[in-house]
Each structure stands twice: as structure tokens, then as C-alpha cells.
């Protein structure tokens, strides 16, 4: 079993794969035929290069990383038809957040406050095809929608870290006068009055 741990805090990431490996022998028999492995991955950038190098059966994910999001790694996998399983652990049940999650697929959703024993349950089941969020974080997402596009989520996300216009159409490889249309959509979706305060605000609803 091939497991890609993605985490950027090193504490909770050593954690993580010492709580794995010895837990290891409650995990499916079939998935351990071949070995067992972990690999780490310190930022979502590093995660998405591993993934499109290498084969894995399980992503183990935070969701806010540097440079790539959890979410970013589980929609990029969709859209590649991977059979690699999801499943997020985040300190947020943000309602945007799970919404997001459920929409590209992820397997499970999990609080990184739960007891252990619960990750180790929830990837038996997501290892057999289950998916495995809790009831509530689940009913939550259903209430808001999510106002943003994939571009104005992209711009808006690079303007919060902040980062020039010049500097966003690069990222992104397109105009700064697109940019700023994206920007002002943002702006004026979010009701708010610039562009610190839309982030602001989508962070707080996990929509960023």
C-alpha cells in the first residue's frame, strides 16, 4: 500500500506517519501484499509533482498547504480519472471547504481533532470503496453556495497573499486587465469593498 502523506507542518506530518506505521497491521490484508509505504510531501506543490511521477493508492491530505490546496490536489486527480483514494484532514469544517471536497470526489473528510483510531477506521473504509464524512460537516455544506469561479478563487487567493496585479497574470498566465475583471468579481460577489476584504471574507466560508 502506497500512501502520500501531504502536510506542511512537520510536527503533525512525523506524527502522522509514525500513528500509520503502526497501525499498519489494521489495514486491509490485500492492500499490504505488495509492501507498505509512506511518502511525504512538506507543501501541495511537492504533492501534485509526486503525483504526476508516481502511482498511489491513498492521499492523506491537509487542506491549507503553501502553493497547492488539499482541494487543489483532489481536483486535480479528478479531472485525471485517478483511482487514487482522498481523504482531507484539516483543523476547519469550513461549509465551503466540505462542499468543494465532496464535488471532486474526495472519500473522506475528517477533523484532525478526531481520536486516531477514527483515521485508521475511515481509511479501512475508504480502502473498500466507502466514503467517510461526518453526517454533520456533510449537512452543513448543502446550505451555501459557493459564489466563486475556479479563475476568481485563483486570482483572489494570490492576491491575499499579496501579490501584485503584474504579478497574478503571471502566475496565471493571462492579462493583468483579466485579472482585474476577476478581481472586481470577486469584489463585488463577496460584497465586499476590495480585494484584502473578499479574501477575508471567502477564507472565513473555506471558499478560498
Known amino acids: ?40 510531501a512538506e507543501d501541495g506543490e511537492q504533492a501534485l509533482a509526486l503525483l504526476k511521477k508516481q502511482s ?16 487543489d490536489l483532489s481536483q486535480w486527480l479528478q479531472s485525471q480519472s485517478s483511482t487514487t483514494k482522498v481523504i482531507i484532514l484539516t483543523t476547519f469544517g469550513r461549509a465551503g471547504y466540505i462542499k468543494r471536497a465532496l464535488e471532486y470526489g474526495v472519500n ?18 475508504v480502502m473498500s470503496g466507502k466514503r467517510v464524512i461526518d453526517p454533520e460537516l ?15 478563487r485563483q ?25 482585474r475583471n476577476y478581481l472586481s468579481e470577486a469584489i463585488a460577489k463577496l460584497n465586499a469593498s476590495n480585494r484584502i476584504d473578499a479574501a477575508r471574507i471567502a477564507r472565513q466560508k473555506g471558499w478560498l
Do not use: C, Y
Open 1 to 40: 500500500m502506497k500512501i502520500l502523506l501531504a502536510e506542511d507542518q512537520a510536527m503533525i506530518r512525523g506524527a502522522l506517519v509514525a500513528l500509520l506505521t503502526l497501525a499498519k497491521d489494521q489495514l486491509p490484508h490485500a492492500h499490504l501484499a505488495n509492501g507498505f509505504e509512506i511518502i511525504e
Open 56 to 71: 498511489f493508492d491513498l492521499l492523506l491530505t491537509d487542506i491549507e498547504m503553501p502553493h497547492k490546496t488539499g482541494l
Open 108 to 125: 473522506g473528510f475528517l477533523l484532525k481533532d478526531a481520536p486516531s483510531d477514527e483515521l485508521i477506521s475511515a481509511i479501512v473504509k
Open 138 to 152: 456533510a449537512f452543513a455544506a448543502i446550505g451555501e453556495i459557493d459564489p466563486l469561479n475556479d479563475k476568481e
Open 155 to 179: 486570482a483572489l487567493r494570490l492576491a491575499s497573499e499579496g501579490k501584485a496585479t503584474s504579478d497574478i497574470a503571471k502566475s496565471l498566465f493571462i492579462a493583468e486587465g483579466t485579472v
